[in-house]
């Protein structure tokens, strides 16, 4: 069973930033898909970023520019630093991966985090 969790969230002021974090584990992290989804109130869960095993990265046009998603392997984790955040920004913030479980019966499909929450406001 892959578990991913992610930290970093919290309430941020228009025009700041964050970083949020996911920490891999029971993964094999180095050929896995990792990225973040979001999913504001009242919305469905919507794409922000992924990057590759070869770290080639993809972004939702609304973040383009304003966010950064970077993986390290050797920790098995995942980070989005996140700046110029807009009040629109707000949401829970998940971590996917698509990857093969390390152990036994090494499952190979999608993962998802608990999430957590960005919230952008004065």
């Known amino acids: 069973q892959v578990v991913l969790v992610e930290s970093g969230g919290g309430l941020v002021q228009p025009g700041g930033s964050l970083r949020l974090s996911c920490q891999a584990s029971n993964i094999v992290f180095s050929s896995a898909l990792m990225g973040w989804y979001r999913q504001a109130p009242g919305k469905q869960r919507e794409f922000v970023a992924r990057v590759s095993t070869d770290g080639v990265t993809d972004y939702a046009d609304s973040v383009k520019g304003r966010f950064t998603i970077s993986r390290d392997d050797g920790k098995n984790r995942v980070h989005l630093q996140m700046s110029s955040l807009k009040p629109e920004d707000t949401a829970v913030y998940y971590c996917?991966?698509?990857?093969?479980?390390?152990?036994?019966?090494?499952?190979?499909?999608?993962?998802w985090g608990q999430g957590t929450q960005v919230t952008v406001s004065t």
């Open positions: 996917h991966a698509f990857a093969s479980a390390a152990t036994i019966p090494r499952n190979t499909g999608d993962y």
